[in-house]
């Protein structure tokens, strides 16, 4: 699970990293026969070809100063996102962040689409003809990023930086925890975002109060469900995690004398009780102060322009490469239907799984064990890696009902060797499987797909274009996969979890548009969910209010699995016996973090070179 906020090329609102920084690819082992080639010459004398390679380099030494200069001014916007992105900065020409935390303010917002609009017109300026192949690929990722935020334009305050589980109030805490201590100037820094963390959520509230007047304010149930998530971080002396993550980092420092130790643990703690518990405390009363004032218990599409607000969202979330959200959902529905269809197949053939279904294992469920065993099952699938190392850590507990089952944290682009993923060890998701958790995780889910692309990426600019569709689709294409391993199930066992999975993944997609696109109410959502549950009642309120409060994010994970599901079945069906999963794997891989409408170019291409 994965969420992140950006400036110039991103989100309306700028918040900081959440889950994870970015994945990017910017490397063609082929020639790219989609894009626009160029045709320098016919029949061209020594110097029109001299003259014509000097027009080449030159724009492409342009362009890559200009897709250089917007990296440096995306990567370097604010403190906690610069310091996830890169270990050291300083390499990359950045030398401090602009600001602690990028500004929720309507000036700030205002100078991000000035800044937009500017690169969109300098873009404009380059022969495309003239470009290598790497950055003509460059060139289409971010124009189509850019179409896609120009759909945002006048509706920033239908952003929702508050929000169950993906809210900044759910994650900064984490990402506190997770600040790395390179040296003293990195424990310093974290002492000036814990000391902000208070002003930067009087901004957001600031900007909630501005929805309110708006008329665009959340409903009273969805206050609840935030304030909720602010009291899991009023942590209390004795048993807070902010502390001893704190001290432990700090005794890896070189360098620290005992005494500066000590003068650092006292600020921590003192932070912790003048900035960052005042913090939380602002947002619950400010909250609470603001019920009443959001009176649409709907989707997006009951407040004005928030059809099209849902618009952008879908096409932000997923980058999809269909047309309409009505075709889109069409192609949802169909997909849903066909594994319901092959799950009611297969218990129609064998009734006995219906009782299998309710004691099925795993061969292994501890995560360490599953990494190392998907590694080496996959390996004849997927291109190699470097050695790297990872690391699995337990979701404090404090923050357990606040967090998902499971997140990867993605390492800096210069530290590509160690990683971090977070499992939440609360009962409520005791019956998760840990191995098709780890796989959309772990390997080769989240953290192979990042350090794939850390080793192999060439343009930096790319490392902060992330496209939700592609990385939460592909973690849920592999994690699809995972089910056909040797795992220690059955494979009809196998075969119907994975079908199953998909059908519950998709039927939360399709409520997701029904709910903010169509206007479903919760007796309709009720009603529907009646073809799938036997007890629907049971289940009704959780959905339809994870649909409202966080929109389109169920739509990044099955979209994008449903895009690379299509594109496998299109490659099978076209090449046959001919079919090379690994190769097929290296393409994507290759084309890196893009929108699925620029994939499917050149994925048409690559098939006709596979059949040549």
């Known amino acids: 699970m994965r969420t992140f906020g950006k400036r110039t090329l991103g989100a309306i609102l700028v918040l900081l990293i959440l889950t994870a920084v970015l994945l990017t690819k910017c490397f063609l082992p082929r020639e790219d026969s989609s894009a626009t080639t160029a045709t320098p010459y016919e029949e061209s004398s020594p110097d029109s070809y001299e003259q014509y390679s000097e027009q080449q380099m030159k724009a492409q030494e342009e362009f890559d100063a200009l897709t250089e200069e917007v990296f440096r001014k995306e990567a370097g916007t604010e403190q906690l996102s610069m310091h996830f992105l890169m270990k050291d900065p300083s390499v990359y020409g950045i030398n401090e962040a602009e600001y602690l935390y990028a500004p929720v303010t309507e000036a700030f917002l205002e100078e991000s689409r000035n800044e937009r609009r500017d690169l969109e017109d300098r873009l404009s300026r380059f022969e495309t003809a003239l470009l290598t192949d790497q950055q003509k690929l460059t060139m289409r990722v971010l124009q189509s990023r850019l179409r896609t935020e120009a759909m945002a334009d006048g509706l920033e305050l239908y952003a929702q930086p508050l929000s169950t589980t993906i809210g900044v109030q759910s994650q900064l805490p984490i990402l506190l925890c997770e600040y790395a201590f390179y040296d003293k100037q990195d424990v310093e820094d974290y002492l000036k975002l814990l000391d902000g963390i208070d002003d930067y959520y009087q901004q957001i509230m600031e900007f909630e109060k501005k929805k309110a007047d708006a008329g665009l304010m959340m409903s009273d149930t969805s206050i609840d469900h935030v304030i909720e998530s602010c009291e899991s971080y009023l942590l209390v002396p004795g048993d807070n995690f902010m502390i001893d993550t704190f001290n432990a980092r700090l005794e890896a420092v070189p360098y620290l004398t005992d005494e500066e130790k ?351």
């Not at 952008?312 to 009505?326: A, K, M, R, W």
């Not at 192609?331 to 849903?336: D, F, L, R, T």
């Not at 494979?491 to 119907?496: N, Q």
């Not at 479903?520 to 209010?545: C, G, H, M, T």
């Open 262 to 612: 000590e003068e650092y643990r006292k600020k921590n703690v003192a932070l912790l009780d003048t900035a960052f518990l005042p913090a939380y405390q602002g947002l619950i009363d400010g909250l609470t102060a603001l019920k009443g004032t959001g009176t649409n218990e709907k989707g997006l599409c009951e407040y004005p322009d928030g059809k099209k607000y849902y618009k952008y969202l879908v096409y932000s979330q997923t980058g999809t490469s269909y047309d309409s959200i009505p075709e889109l959902l069409s192609a949802i529905e169909k997909s849903m239907n066909d594994r319901l269809m092959e799950t009611s197949e297969m218990l129609k053939n064998n009734p006995s799984l219906v009782e299998e279904f309710e004691h099925y294992q795993f061969r292994l469920t501890e995560p360490e064990a599953i990494m190392e065993d998907l590694k080496a099952q996959t390996a004849d699938s997927f291109p190699a890696l470097p050695a790297c190392s990872y690391t699995f850590k337990d979701v404090p507990k404090a923050l357990e009902l606040s967090l998902s089952p499971a997140f990867y944290l993605t390492s800096p682009i210069d530290d590509y060797q160690n990683n971090v993923i977070y499992i939440n060890r609360n009962p409520r998701y005791e019956s998760t499987d840990f191995y098709n958790l780890i796989a959309h995780e772990g390997y080769p889910g989240h953290l192979y797909q990042n350090v794939y692309s850390h080793v192999n990426d060439s343009c930096s600019l790319r490392k902060v274009l992330t496209f939700p569709g592609y990385t939460e689709g592909w973690a849920s294409y592999v994690e699809q996969l995972a089910y056909s391993l040797d795992n220690g199930l059955e494979p009809e066992m196998a075969k119907m979890l994975a079908a199953n999975s998909m059908a519950s993944l998709g039927l939360h997609a399709c409520l997701d548009i029904y709910i903010n696109y169509s206007g479903w109410d919760k007796a309709q959502v009720r009603d529907y969910l009646k073809n799938f549950y036997s007890q629907p009642d049971e289940v009704v309120e959780n959905i339809y209010y994870s649909m409202i409060e966080n929109p389109g994010n169920y739509l990044s994970y099955y979209v994008g699995c449903m895009e690379f599901m299509n594109m496998r079945k299109t490659a099978e069906k076209e090449l046959g016996d001919r079919f090379d999963e690994k190769a097929f794997h290296t393409f994507l891989l290759d084309m890196g973090d893009a929108p699925f409408d620029v994939i499917q170019s050149y994925f048409s291409s690559w098939l006709v070179k596979q059949k040549l």
